[in-house]
């Protein structure tokens, strides 16, 4: 079991709600309104492994939701060592405040995780960056080889999306730690004047803010972190969706390393994306799960009907997706093998042609730039019609070494010479994304 | 044609490309690559009106995009008029580059109107919270009458969560408005050196700043966007929902006018909430568009294979969407009829069971909590098994008499008495919001 | 646990896993491919309490797979029996004909299920059918009251749909029921010229029948199980929301009876519908799921790279869903409490307003209908506008009576004298359904 | 524009809904109940070109359906030739029964172009199946060559895929195509008694079958249907994402035709496979659009508030979209271009490890299969880490040679003699599929 799915197991969720409910008393019996006995009772039996929680899992099921079990038991439980105190669990509360802010303490436990290995992925791709800055590989528009750029710039791409999910992830979760304290209706009315001073206080106790009115039947801040999730999601789906196409074995430009001792013998050859494979899986699932907590949102009144129980299910999951794929994500680009060889024999099997728009590009000085691209285009075009390669077919064009001799010919038929401002490129996320790959 | 709608049109499309074109030749005069003469000429024949939009919409199916029908209908015109200078036209840029820096353009333009309608919306819920801080209205949860709250404050929700969208609107579309400019692949290459001169002039004449690296294949700031879009809808879902559900014939605590001089004249009770409709369908209708976003994240490589192609119709469509709900939203609330004679009427319902927790904690001190449960619980039963009303099972059971007499037991029983701190929640919010609501 | 969710537990999972290798060890021990010997000692440890399943499900994550490492210790435990067949273990088959193979058998398990409680929502819904064919209730549009339905024609739209999902999960299931076997790029080579042959007893062993082509790229049987499943919650959401909306404290038309004893002692007055709102949380999470089988679909060659890994938890979390539901939605119904007495206070609620449509129908004739129509819009208006009962108004005005006597008015504003022909429809979906209603 | 847009077009949506309105007024004179001169009037004024159509649908904004602004100005018209006859227009109706009738229509006659086009995408498909059966090229697994396959064997599973998705598609229509007739609540109680009698009438004039009841509020028809488009678009894309893999610069093995003259001159070699990026985009966008349309599903009472507006413009959207993926699909398989060359060379790029599995079921005979793996796995690894080719490995090895001489180990070497039972799969699908691919 993960870190991320540990925080979100029924035993960590029974124990948040139950930390909200000791805080609950605590900030009650400060305000005077219960006994400091009680409080310090309530505290002492809010401990999960005192509870079935088993039991109380299965009877929220007919009750309706997981606080009404819950109550009950820790009422029974704080009963059992002060009959007295017991009257006094959950006073002034609703269900909706235990468990959405119980939610609320698991996401602030879970999502830096998230955000731990995608600054883990973030530190894999800057070092792949600032090592392949001006290594060369085919860039590729469409699934054709297009012109060169270099692995060092698609992985600053990769890293500047990494950087700006990582802050919009914090982001939102930062929105959505509020304390959500409201009674049965919002408006504290059993807690008569005092509503906002044990509001307050429990605020403080769970470190937690008090926003400027309950938010139960406003969901806008979880979806909005489920958005962040989201997007995250494609952002690594777009990392491993390039790193599986560029594993393929007509191309091997990286290899993902087989995480099992062995693999295949049967196909020895394969180097199964296994990393890649979850991280996409991650992505395709999440826009699904996002989807549904939009769905949700239209909550009915002061509390919803379907769309806040969809919740308690599809939040937690995405966060498990995306905690998964970060995860895999961050070994993958940890691992990555990066084979040179590979992606200057790739630059090669166009012979030549990929290098056409720099051909244009040092003609169009001598001749003007139509003229230029109708004399590569004609030259591509012997090149493709008779098999020879894009370099002899320019050679044997005089209109053509006319302007450009040999050793001008063979410069702009270089890829590493023809690499435009890549490496500034990668200088400038390297730079604006500093603080994001250290720990 | 709204305005959102205007600014989605396939004409305003084309100027916007061609905007960019003209700022692309006019950064490349500046930067001394192309002349200031092509320049000139380009910017002079970049007006939408003087091209065939309707045919180049047509060419761009078998193309594959819009810009490469544009580019060449602009290098026409231009050679009508220069034909020396039409070989500058779309110099160094890709077709990426021109479609999605012209959306950036679109959506500058539109989502701002978005969100003068949610202010219009967030101003109209303004007045609602001030005008009825104080006016007693039944809590619902689970579509059950729970206790009392005022409209109020139910108005400070709607509030507080539009003026939370949108901030995050004007967030995300700040995240989303940057230059688009990387050429073939994303190198700048055909620029040589002068790349990032070109891009840092066209981002001046644009007004868009200019990103660390070319974000062509990386899609996450417009899906950020359409995350904003979709949580706007949700919260907007959730007013109309409140709304629809408040003027239903048996309840018409409020009252959505008829748009429509008339009405049915079969029906003619009927208040058919037409706004509200098309604000729920917004909201059932953005998550899909939503999801469609984000499965179209993971872009091959240095451009993508059908998941940039499908961003232009959804995002577009999200925008409208949105903007069709807030106006919606904006028209709903500010002509909102309130009938508090209603809400009152609402209270009465339950014949004072509504105020079964008031009368438990106006007991509790004299009897302890779980014994004022109980007595309630007691005359709440006799109340419905015997159909009287919860004041008399109340004052027919000594043992709260006892407690409460009848003077405190009126005041138990007043919904207006029992609203605990929802003033002070109004307040807090409209303070929060200020800036939200003001033009 | 239920029945549905111990069909894909873990340890089921596995076992269905190890029902398909041991399948496939005998079909080819029938085909003479491998000896009797090794059938009979991979069937004796085909059996899932003989495995650490925790563990396999472990090993799954690096391997990429549940059957790598089910294969792996399979062989293990057939060696330690018989170190000779333990070569035969798995033999020509691929990882994905076991996975595939094995969640149609869970399949095949646990849809069902869900069709025998869509069948008892069915009969509890014909049941309301029958006894309410003639009970009149007000017909709602936009949750205005239009005109008078019967409660009956309401149960016979549910019954009708839900006779349809049924047959549409059926069909649908019926279509996934087939044996996966390809092999490892789905040529069966590994098997020479007995392909055809060991397909072909495997699936009569299995009971599955034979596709032409194996599908293991080809995902549209599981993804139109997927829909199936979706509309199906969909159509639950339905009669839940119709259900949750009826039972308002303001409508309380019908109510889902309580399934804990006791309530809310706070707020004894609510009846909270706690099934419906299992039911609506189905309905709002279904479609992302559907959503997510679709998007998986467009997978890469011979097996894909994360969008069958989608499918692994997201199948079986859609058909759990949908069983939730399907009881949820069965217990409801078969419970559900109808409150004549308040349909009947229901229709008064609008003082014969409701009745509009019939009283123009019944003028028409004498005035023709669009005199008909001004003359029940200018009753109505003085109704609405002095706040009179429609009947008064109606009476008070003689270009009306003139044509109908107080009899003849009274009948025109009888709702159960305007309903049309309901019964009828009650009775023509009795008959069509009646085989999805019977055990 | 194409034949299923303007079956969408406003100007069509009118005229269908024109065609119910003439189809209600003549079954309504068939009936007795109005004059055969006034159905003659209405279905004289039913002709779309005689409306303002673009004033109509801007009105329906307002209104809140396009029916009430469209019975208004039918009315006028039909006033203008017999003021008598326009009392008689839409008697009965409700807004619903036309826009839904109306929408049943559209679909009548879009989705068989659908269909059609996927028919020739079929014959396109089984054309490919059959010449190409015995053509091997590898199977690829987790975009990782795995064993040699046939191009046929790839082919025949598109085709088998595709008869699927007709079938579905054909009887999800076929499931769609009924009239909705009800009246304002469902009840026809306008019509008396005449209710059924009206509608068999209607349904006989406009071809459509009668359902046991209304189902204005359940649409799961619908849904089913758009269930079936979003399938559709899913094996659509499972086709365009193999094609666009096979056509990468680096494989080749089919490549798309370009549809425009030219193509880039400054990167001649590119073969953008601009089709098979609109099945993509299409098979992105769909399941959002279906996931909108389950959501719209769970709709309140007799009319959905929000739900059924939102399919007014997804269900549309989803045919066009699938529509358009249909031409591209066909399109593509029509005009692919196979490279049989380019497939050999790829089954020879990893030296003969593609055939690994062959070399162990050609050992295992000789020395048991366990010892068979170890003896191939040995040499793969030589072949790898000393970078020879297997055959040279395998040759080295006299363990193998022992038992497999140069002639067998040429045969075991061979991808075209170990393709398993491709040939007959292709011909079993051919002949399952054959009804399906003749127009």
Redesign the interface.
């Known amino acids: 079991m993960t870190e991320v799915e540990r925080a979100f197991a029924e035993d960590t969720r029974v124990q948040k709600m139950l930390d909200v409910e000791a805080a609950l008393a605590r900030a009650e019996a400060q305000a005077g309104i219960i006994p400091a006995s009680a409080a310090d009772a309530i505290s002492r039996a809010s401990r999960a492994e005192r509870f079935d929680v088993t039991a109380i899992v299965a009877d929220a099921h007919?009750?309706?939701n997981l606080a009404?079990p819950l109550v009950k038991a820790l009422t029974r439980l704080v009963s059992d060592d002060s009959p007295e105190s017991?009257?006094?669990v959950h006073?002034g509360a609703?269900s909706?405040d235990i468990i959405d802010t119980g939610l609320v303490l698991q996401l602030r436990d879970a999502v830096p995780i998230v955000v731990r290995d995608l600054r883990r992925a973030a530190s894999a791709a800057a070092t792949h960056a600032r090592l392949h800055a001006r290594t060369p590989m085919?860039?590729?528009?469409?699934?054709?080889?297009?012109?060169?750029?270099?692995f060092g710039?698609?992985a600053?791409?990769w890293l500047?999306?990494l950087a700006?999910?990582m802050e919009?992830l914090e982001s939102a979760l930062t929105g959505a730690l509020c304390l959500q304290f409201g009674?049965?209706?919002?408006?504290?009315?059993?807690?008569?004047?005092d509503?906002?001073n044990v509001s307050s206080r429990m605020g403080a106790l769970l470190n937690l803010p008090v926003?400027?009115?309950?938010?139960h039947?406003?969901?806008?801040?979880l979806?909005?972190l489920a958005?962040?999730l989201?997007?995250s999601?494609?952002?690594m789906?777009?990392i491993?969706?390039?790193v599986?196409?560029l594993?393929?074995?007509?191309?091997q430009e990286t290899i993902e390393p087989s995480?099992?001792a062995g693999g295949s013998?049967?196909?020895?050859?394969?180097?199964?994306?296994?990393r890649?494979?979850?991280?996409?899986?991650?992505?395709?699932?999440?826009?699904?799960?996002?989807?549904?907590m939009?769905?949700?949102?239209?909550?009915?009144?002061?509390?919803g009907?379907?769309?806040w129980?969809?919740e308690?299910?599809?939040l937690p999951e995405l966060v498990r997706v995306t905690a998964s794929a970060a995860t895999s994500t961050a070994d993958l680009l940890e691992r990555l093998i990066v084979r040179t060889e590979a992606m200057e024999r790739?630059l090669q099997?166009?012979q030549g042609?990929?290098m056409?728009?720099?051909v244009?590009?040092a003609l169009a000085p001598h001749v003007?730039?139509?003229t230029a691209?109708?004399l590569?285009?004609r030259a591509?075009?012997r090149?493709?019609d008779d098999g020879v390669s894009f370099a002899d077919a320019l050679a044997l064009d005089q209109e053509i070494t006319r302007s450009l001799g040999p050793g001008a010919l063979a410069d702009a038929l270089e890829p590493a010479d023809?690499?435009?401002?890549?490496a500034?490129?990668?200088a400038?996320?390297l730079?604006?994304?500093d603080s994001k790959t250290k720990a």
């Open positions: 007919s009750a309706g009404i017991s009257r006094y006073w609703t909706q085919p860039g590729r528009t469409w699934l054709q080889q297009a012109t060169p750029i270099t710039l698609k600053a791409g500047d999306a700006r999910t919009s009674g049965a209706s919002g408006t504290l009315a059993s807690l008569g004047a509503g906002l926003p400027a009115v309950p938010w039947a406003h969901r806008d801040r979806a909005t958005c962040a989201g997007v999601c494609g952002t789906g777009k491993a969706r390039d599986a196409l594993g393929q074995t007509e191309i995480a099992d013998s049967t196909m020895p050859h394969k180097r199964n994306p296994v890649a494979s979850r991280v996409l899986a991650a992505a395709i699932r999440a826009p699904g799960l996002v989807s549904a939009l769905s949700a949102m239209p909550q009915e009144h002061e509390r009907l379907g769309g129980q969809a308690w299910d599809v790739s099997m166009t042609l990929i056409a728009e720099s244009v590009m003007g730039k139509s691209h109708g590569v285009d591509a075009r090149a493709l023809y690499l435009g401002v890549s500034q490129f990668v400038r996320v730079a604006a994304t």
